[in-house]
Nanobody, 123 residues
Framework: QVQLVESGGGLVQAGGSLRLSCAASGGTFSSYAMGWFRQAPGKEREFVAGINWSGGSTYYRDSVKGRFTISRDNAKNTVYLQMNSLKPEDTALYYC????????????????WGQGTQVTVSS
């Protein structure tokens, strides 16, 4: 059983930055991929960014490429999401997740979810 705890959310003005963290416990952190998803009110949960077990491969949705960076520290069992040049449309509840198999980021393939951290970007 893997437990995930996100932190780092908050209120920021458009153009600002935030860094989200997700601390994992249980399981072997360095053996599984990690991802970030988000869900805005009235919208479906969507994939934002993912990283493989070693950190050697990263994946992003098109709308955040060049602005967000995912990274991991296997010694600290933590994955990060650095978010720069934030836009009001980035406002959402951000979730950390562990996929069931490999680096497939479909919702049906997610095995574990964190509780979420709120990111609000004001215009």
């Amino acid at each position: 059983q893997v437990q995930l705890v996100e932190s780092g959310g908050g209120l920021v003005q458009a153009g600002g930055s935030l860094r989200l963290s997700c601390a994992a416990s249980g399981g072997t952190f360095s053996s599984y991929a990690m991802g970030w998803f988000r869900q805005a009110p009235g919208k479906e949960r969507e994939f934002v960014a993912g990283i493989n077990w070693s950190g050697g491969s990263t994946y992003y949705r098109d709308s955040v490429k060049g602005r967000f960076t995912i990274s991991r520290d296997n010694a600290k069992n933590t994955v990060y999401l650095q978010m720069n040049s934030l836009k009001p449309e980035d406002t959402a509840l951000y979730y950390c997740a562990v996929p069931r198999v490999g680096t497939s980021w479909s919702l049906r393939n997610i095995n574990y979810w964190g509780q979420g951290t709120q990111v609000t970007v004001s215009s």
